[in-house]
């Protein structure tokens, strides 16, 4: 699964570490993340979308290579 984490929280001026507090998780969860190394629970996708008033679906993109 693709996502636009690191994009969306360079636009936003945000730090790793903010964003991390925002979404209550490490900031190395935060960089698993923007690595494309870590695919989120439901709860983290909602959590960052949210962050960024965007829905799921606009932050994470599934690849059929991913099944």
Wanted: zero cysteines.
């Amino acid at each position: 699964m693709r996502n636009r984490v690191k994009e969306l929280r360079v636009e936003h001026r945000m730090t790793q570490q903010e964003l991390a507090d925002k979404v209550s998780v490490s900031s190395r969860t935060i960089i698993s993340l923007e690595k494309q190394k870590y695919n989120p629970s439901l709860v983290l996708a909602y959590k960052v979308a949210s962050v960024f008033n965007l829905s799921i679906e606009e932050t994470f993109i599934f690849d059929e290579d991913d099944k």
